[in-house]
């Protein structure tokens, strides 16, 4: 079992910037991309960021240029630095684990990010 525990989110105005940080725990060494999801109301929840243990990261368009995803992996904590935050931004985020087993993930409980003036 990994357990993921997020951090950061709230309410900000458009064009500022947030910061969410999880921590994972437990059978850590079975995990490989860590990262972001989010799902907005009436959405399906989609991609945000993930990042493999050896940096390699991927980003959904929508926030290319705009979050920033960082891991580390002596702390099994991924961050995500959301700038330029827009009101589409609005949705819960959920942090993601993958492991080497397929179909085997995990997900954290969830944090709100609100964007609105």
């Known amino acids: 079992q990994v357990q993921l525990v997020e951090s950061g989110g709230g309410l900000v105005q458009p064009g500022g910037s947030l910061r969410l940080t999880c921590a994972a725990s437990g059978s850590t060494s079975r995990v490989y991309r860590m990262g972001w999801y989010r799902q907005a109301p009436g959405k399906q929840r989609e991609l945000v960021a993930t990042?493999?243990?050896?940096?390699?990261?991927v980003y959904a368009d929508s926030v290319k240029g705009r979050f920033s995803i960082s891991r580390d992996n002596a702390k099994n904590m991924v961050v995500l630095q959301m700038n330029s935050l827009t009101p589409e931004d609005t949705a819960v985020y959920y942090c993601y684990a993958g492991t080497y087993v397929v179909g085997l993930d995990y997900w954290g409980q969830g944090t709100q990010v609100t964007v609105s003036s």
């Open positions: 990042v493999s243990g050896g940096a390699n990261a």
